[in-house]
């Protein structure tokens, strides 16, 4: 054993560096899987209040003022473009706030976010699938953040952040077509 350690030590620098690389990019590598692994435990529960049209459960798991406050922004980008009129912008600039609180109200449930979940392919019919295949699909940000595409490398449609140890879905950037009240 003694003699294995002593072969070690004689390993040349330039080993030891790529060694502590690939440790270090296994290391980065496993936060973004324990990410994905502590998100996918809420982004279930909210397909299970989603599916089971449990307003406290599904409160619980959305950040609403996020999810508001990207309405008004939304709002704020189709009324501010070049190509409105100055009382198009007017009226989007003072009516972006209370609008995106409307529709938040109206939208943010879980009977409008099933056709969401529809679209990933959960029907009601369909059983959810398990924390690990969750954790699977869903993609690190790197910010902290983890989101979920309809494929794999696919753009980000929905988008959960850890808020005080509960994972909340904090962005909504599919079609918002989808966002309809039944």
Not at 101 to 126: C, H, M
Not at 150 to 157: A, I, V
Request: charged share 25%; net charge positive.
């Amino acid at each position: 054993m003694a003699s294995g350690h002593k072969a070690a030590m004689k390993l040349p620098r330039q080993r030891w560096t790529s060694l502590l690389g690939v440790l270090a990019v296994l290391s980065a590598s496993g936060c973004a899987t324990a990410e994905r692994v502590s998100a996918a435990g809420d982004v279930h529960a909210l397909l299970v209040a989603i599916r089971d049209d449990d307003r406290a459960a599904f409160d619980a798991h959305v950040d609403r003022s996020a999810l508001e406050q990207q309405l008004e922004s939304r709002i704020l980008e189709r009324t501010q473009g070049p190509n409105q009129s100055e009382t198009t912008r007017s009226v989007g600039a003072a009516l972006a706030g209370p609008l995106a609180r409307l529709a938040g109200e109206a939208l943010l449930r879980p009977d409008v976010f099933r056709k969401v979940a529809e679209y990933y392919g959960y029907k009601p019919d369909t059983p959810i699938p398990g924390e690990f295949v969750i954790a699977s699909a869903l993609r690190p940000l790197g910010d902290g953040r983890v989101c979920a595409a309809k494929r794999h490398g696919g753009p980000c449609l929905i988008t959960f952040a850890d808020e005080q140890g509960v994972w909340r879905l904090v962005s909504f950037d599919g079609d918002v077509g989808l966002l309809r009240l039944r």
